[in-house]
């Protein structure tokens, strides 16, 4: 068993550990979550209590459920929130009711194209209360009363969010950010959770020129937060990337940031090209998750999203189908290795200098160059030394170099390594 | 009847009314249609003496018809001007002569490839004279003597254009121009002429911040006329289209101004993209209608061609076969259609600044975001909304908006004017 | 018989009287097959002592070979250098030895996927002997003792070369280069020799604005050694290519230089594209033949290669399989054309700028131009005349107005030209 298919293990059984509970964009649910987290990572958990004004936003009430279901008329629960949270709107308000099934279906929703499955939807900021069932029970309720509980507040808080900081050589950031509000969904997010968390394992190992900072923040209004309370420490971030639905088969989306062509950017399109599976990169958008905000005008923060099936794209999303059987261990941990290549590429991207640039160095000489002349089957390290020699004129970097020559950006890396040995070859500057 | 197929009726009218004048680059033809334009348009009629010296060229002489034939060895006149304008090589010399068959034969023209048309051609510049009849008839003329009459006049006289200019809030421009030099052609170039006409009408109803100038203009001569007498001027033209082939039932081409990404360039391209149907876009070549002098080097302004089927490339060109059952009202109305709407991307093209840059504002508490989250469908408002949003930094106006999200204009126009009113976005400049 | 194929029969004489000659980075052979090329060019031989630094080579000893052979168990030779002197493996050392099969298969080189043919294979910088032979051979050998005699010498000596430069108007040169270090191989390179040799006596005829010079030097040790005693001239050099495998039935490849936009990349682009052959254009890469050293990141020279099928890339490639039955006269002619319309386009380019700039010049009055108006058929020549004209606003060179145009360099070139005599067009300066 390889290290990835570890790892993968590692981040299915997190996952299946936080999949029961309710979490939404503040509540006890988020507070347990990270609880968990934290006995893998030391991640600070941070409170902004409910009415703080966060740019144009104001930090909601907090919502706790402690119970909710529908009876029907013969007095049996037909929809349980203890079963599935998904069954409840998200930030419903109390209730308890006796309603005609006429005014019942008015806070029902279901997904008449997926009529057995349980869709996910909320009502964070206009006051609402509602349940959520599948479309083929929702058409068999008979006529006759209802009896509605809510039994949920929604009351002064706090919002609470996770940040784990990770210095390295420098102040100079990477960013990570997985949004921690969705009920149990497994896709989306606990995917994106657990690889961060194992991520951020992996990486306090390592020696790391940069300082990596990892937000388990609300979708939305929790990045919101972070950047309201953060704005001066922006200014660090050099890398990021929004971490979700990474748990699925499907092939890897990478979505540019909103410059477009940032380090990020190509770093993240030459690992995918380079992984050998099907893969997507696309344009920043607008939409989507928390690189709505990092990618806002008034940061534009080279931070991407880098998901596997994009959200929206696949039945399962946002319904009670994205639960634990449809991600798997294998998949989390290809994830977890195309998040860590993306590292390996920021952390080493530099501009070297070859120190004998007049025509090529004698490579023979030095035992970096067959002996035997005239075959034609020059091997990729010979012609990846040859690129590096050719192409480290001070002006391009490793994943420049890696980008035209073709190579993997990890072989480039090490050629690199013998050619400095060789004193052929002197860093310049980091990238 | 919808207000394009009205307007494509009228156009057609128009059409209708010109076409069995005889037009050249000079002569009473021309002046009988401004004539009649000026029942539509207060259009300002000029003259230009013959022999005046314009650039490199001199105005030439005027030219005018009274009548023209070809009688048979058995006295019948086989070829007539009366029947159809096409007939007479445009600028023959009076001419009287009887003479062979083989003798007349040096001054016909025909197409052999189609024998059933009279093709249009003219020598303005190479004093000549000639007739010009379907093949069929020339395959079959018999032997014997020939009497020719053309009893044209070349004279000293002057060249008349038509010129319609609508001032609007600003000095700058937009120039359309109408080749107004070919006789009983109806796509080439009544269609041309009408649109404009029309255009014009429906532009001094509105509120305008360009000034529109209108030309109708013999094609070349006219063209260097207008240029050599009005050099100043052509600083305020910020925007150009020639009209032409307008009327016929293919696909629409759009040939890029010199410059190639001027606005009119990009806002031409846009609105054919969004209006479903055919179209092409291709890069300038310095040969076609009058953006040939308008883009000519020392000019060079951005001035493209709009067409429907390009010239040269339907077998109807230039002969009697562009009648008036080759165009068709709905294909006028159409063609005035996506004219409009290329005007109004250059009236509403505008650079917009998001007043609450830093994160997304709160659409929600503004009525502008949907209520119930989850649903990955979001509207295409909705996501305009986030666009313009994204994007209103200060460097991009609302043509680069549209462009980059793939939205209509008219769209990203009208959401920018609810987040106005909303007090989150401001207008920085026009463009 | 055209020129083209003329000179491609001479091409192919000269290349059958250098077949023969065993050639390899120093030695005799090399002398003798310069001794040649001087019955068609007053080139000048340049030795370079053994020892002699070179950046960071040194230049070796030289090679010289009496005789070669492997005797079998039954005493005759079954392997002789004089047969074919790609028998030897490059720079062997002196051996006289008998030993056992398994002894000798240690030093024997075969190609078990083309068992018919003999490889070519060297090893100039690591002392060894060997003997290549076909698959099959090696395959049959009998058990038993085996005689071995390489009659070598690998001692001080020198590396010669050959050097051509041919002064034009101006010191600015044009560097062509072949390498002269293979044995018996026809394509690769007695085809790039035999065409730089008549490419230059082509040139001595012609007026020249550029200088030309013409290296025939050993691959890689042979441009580093002209480097290494040039550096100061090397800024002189405004176009280059390296001459190879022009001989074979191939599409033509061009392998850009390693700045990729260069006028040689572009001119050579540009003539491929207008020879009505197939030909393929692939990117700068720090493999191949001598264009390795003069892009090297301390030169960076705008010399790019221009071969028939590219190295490596066909089964005949380094094996006694590429002989004289592999090239054809009719292939070197083509080769040796295109090679010529290059240096056309290189002495051809020039900015000219349009006297009259302000609408088209009046052509007809000119005789150039059409006088009958209205067919849709203009002619190349006069589109190409209108290409001109609008496009010389002394921003663009002639070659920039044929890329843009679509039509070749010569008759962009010879339009030009009747402007300049028309007093339209002056020249502004050459590129």
Redesign the interface.
């Known amino acids: 068993m390889d290290g990835i298919t570890t790892v993968g293990i590692d981040m299915y059984a997190l996952a299946e550990r936080l999949f029961p509970i309710c979490r939404s964009i503040t509540g006890e649910g988020v507070r347990r979550s990270l609880r968990i987290l934290r006995e893998y990572l030391p991640l600070e958990v941070r409170e902004v209590p409910s009415g703080t004004p966060?740019?144009?936003?104001e930090v909601p009430r907090e919502w706790n459920v402690r119970q909710a279901w529908i009876k029907g008329p013969d007095g049996k629960k037909i929809v349980d929130f203890q079963e599935n949270n998904l069954h409840l709107l998200?930030y419903s308000l109390p209730v308890r009711r006796r309603l005609s099934l006429s005014e019942l279906k008015a806070h029902l929703?279901s997904l008449p194209e997926q009529p057995e499955v349980i869709?996910?939807?909320?009502?964070?900021?206009?006051e609402?209360w509602g349940f959520c069932l599948p479309h083929r029970q929702l058409e068999s309720l008979p006529e006759g009363e209802y009896e509605v509980l809510v039994d949920s507040s929604l009351e002064a808080g706090s919002l609470a969010y996770g940040e784990y900081y990770l210095p390295g050589e420098t102040e100079a950031e990477v960013l990570f950010s997985a949004h921690i509000c969705h009920p149990s969904l497994a896709n989306d997010n606990l995917s994106g959770i657990s690889l961060l968390t194992f991520l951020a394992r992996e990486l306090q190992k390592a020696a790391r020129r940069y300082s990596y900072r990892f937000l388990f923040i609300p979708g939305?209004i929790g990045?919101?937060c972070w950047?309201?309370r953060n704005?001066e420490k922006t200014r660090l971030i050099r890398h990021g990337l929004v971490a979700s639905l990474l748990g699925d088969p499907g092939g890897f989306t990478y979505k540019r940031s909103?410059q477009g062509n940032a380090w990020i950017d190509r770093a993240a399109e030459h690992v995918l090209k380079h992984q050998g599976v099907p893969c997507q990169v696309i344009d920043f958008?607008?939409?989507g998750y928390d690189e709505?905000?990092f990618?806002?005008?008034?940061?534009?923060l080279p931070v991407g999203s880098l998901t596997r099936s994009p959200?929206?794209s696949f039945p399962e999303?946002?319904t009670s189908a994205d639960n634990l059987s449809f991600i798997r261990p294998e998949c989390l941990g290809e994830s977890f290795d195309v998040y860590r290549k993306i590292i390996q590429v920021l952390e080493g991207n530099a501009v070297y200098r070859?120190l004998?640039?007049?025509?090529?160095?004698?490579l023979?000489?030095r035992g970096l160059y067959d002996?035997?002349?005239?075959?034609?089957?020059?091997k990729a390290r010979q012609?990846a030394l040859?690129?590096v020699?050719?192409?480290?004129?001070g002006n391009h970097s490793l994943l420049d170099i890696a980008e035209r020559?073709g190579y993997p950006f990890g072989l480039i890396q090490e050629v690199s390594g013998l050619l400095v040995e060789a004193g052929l070859l002197v860093k310049v500057e980091d990238v």
Chains 1, 2, 3 share one sequence.
């Open positions: 966060v740019f144009d936003w998200g929703y869709p996910y939807r909320t009502s964070y900021y206009q609402n939305t990045a919101i950047l309201a704005e909103r958008t607008p939409y709505r905000q990618c806002s005008p008034g940061f534009n959200y929206g999303y946002h070859n004998n640039p007049r025509c090529e160095p004698q023979g000489k002996a035997i002349g005239g075959a034609s089957d020059a012609l040859l690129w020699l050719n192409l480290s004129d020559s």
